[in-house]
């Protein structure tokens, strides 16, 4: 079960290196920290159905804009 | 002795049906000597069925095409009787190493267990697969092969299957109990019915180069993201016999198919790879972009469909041609039993139930590979270079590394063939698995004991008196290294029901000659689906 309470122990200063990581660094590159840093955490908590969880709610209130490169084959 | 296969050209005969008045009846026709296909008829022929092979056209593959012959494939040509001269041939591999950048990241041992008589895989080309494959069907008097016999129409009715056969003296008609598609991608056949295979294609390109070298790469599988030598694509490397290897340069989706072809384009990125002052010869060159599909069913009645016909795969992976042998293989023993009169024709429901859901396994394999290899927007492009730089220092990135998932059989966990355990068991010879190999005391291996019936193997001291199901017995003498009874969890009095093909489809803790009598039958589809009571 996605724990969404209160779970860090210090808000302010885990909030200020989360944003401080990107300071000086290009979308791409934030892209880039981002990335390793959700496969690191997806790792330590492991639990498959949390993981699900959480990349629900991730996508919550998005309306989908985009498309990825996949076409539709026929023979 | 050295046959350039390539080369061959088989002749064209006129055969008496084309003279018959009416449409000449053959119990079963394949279509398609492709490895698919001469599968396919070895088998039937094997089972005492009497083939005939049609083929539009009068040599085998030119060019190398797949090259990745998998285990369960070695042991399916060695119950086809031809697997000890493809592997004498091919060059054996187990290991694949995946570098990213110049770094190594990663490997994976495909066998890391002994005990097994046929390695994870072999290199081989496929003139040399179909060369094989087309000597021992030519060495079995009931297959007649007709070749440049091109199908055109097909139509069927609830008592046969009709042809239109296109041949260089014209049109002759023929008609059938069944048809065997093995036709390919394109299949005309699918075309002829107006069916479709469906599913996603890949905004990507990739160039084949088969190079002849002496080269000193070992016998691995060798696969880099964005190397030096080619930035931001990847490259696979293979080793094939008589010193060809297979290099695959993904090169995009904006490249010119046409001309990244051109020797002046491809040699510059060979020699990026092994060295200015490499010496070398292109051997083959082919550019490909790829799709995961399949067609909605593979049984259309009296037609069925086998291997690309059927569905297709990215090749990383090497699921497309093993795939289909295993198609072949599922099919060949229940068209024999059929057409002997011995299962009812609903047994052939089961050909489609479980080589689709195989299908689906290697499409879902490979499309989980090519969303790696092809990242298919920003984040999945994101994702798939952290996985690549934090795989470096953090095992569990490594794990995520998808280069290709290797073909594997399927288990046919939910097949109506399948009776379902009573009895409690570990491993994984459940009911549909693929019956895995032992060696026995005197250098003899499991797998070649099981024979082209159905078997019923069985360890313990002595051989049950069994009525109508040949009975092979592992004594534990003869399974000297417990490697059988480890692999089967077996005790003595244990028992498996194994199918022509090869898959466990029941097993017992304890003999009960009724439950078998009923496993069989279930099956052979002889008992409709039981009614709860």
Sequence with gaps: ?75 | MHVDYQSLRFDYRRSPDQSAGSAARHPVVVVGAGPVGLAAAIDLAQAGQRVLLLDDDRSLSSGSRAICFAKRTLEIFDRLGCGEAMVEKGVTWNLGRVFHRADPVYSFDLLPEGGHRRPAFINLQQYYVEGFLLERAQALPNIEIRWQNKVTAVSQSAEAVTLTVETPEGEYRLSADYLVAADGARSPIRRAMGLESKGRSFRDRFLIADVRMKADFPAERWFWFDPPFHPNQSVLLHSQPDGVWRIDFQLGWDADPVAERAPERVIPRVRALLGHDAEFELEWVSIYTFSCLRMERFRHGRVLFAGDSAHGVSPFGARGANSGVQDAENLAWKLALVLRGEAPDALLDSYDSERVAAADENILNSTRSTDFITPKNEASRAFRDAVLDLAKDCAFARRLVNSGRLSLPSTYRNSPLNTPDEDAFEGAMLPGAPALDAPLEGGGWLLDRLGRDFTLLHFGEAAPVVDGVRVVNVTPGEDAQGLAARRYDARPGTAYLIRPDQHVCARWRRLNPAKLRAAVDRATARVPEMAAC
């Design chain 1, 1 to 75: 079960m996605l724990n969404t309470k209160p779970n860090i122990a210090s808000p302010d200063d885990f909030y200020e290196a989360l944003i401080a990581l990107h300071g000086d660094l290009t979308p791409e590159q934030s892209r880039a920290v981002d990335a390793r840093l959700i496969l690191l955490l997806s790792n330590h908590i492991g639990d498959a159905a949390v993981l699900r969880q959480a990349m629900a709610r991730a996508r919550q209130g998005i309306e989908p804009a985009g498309h990825d490169t996949i076409l539709a084959a026929r023979a």
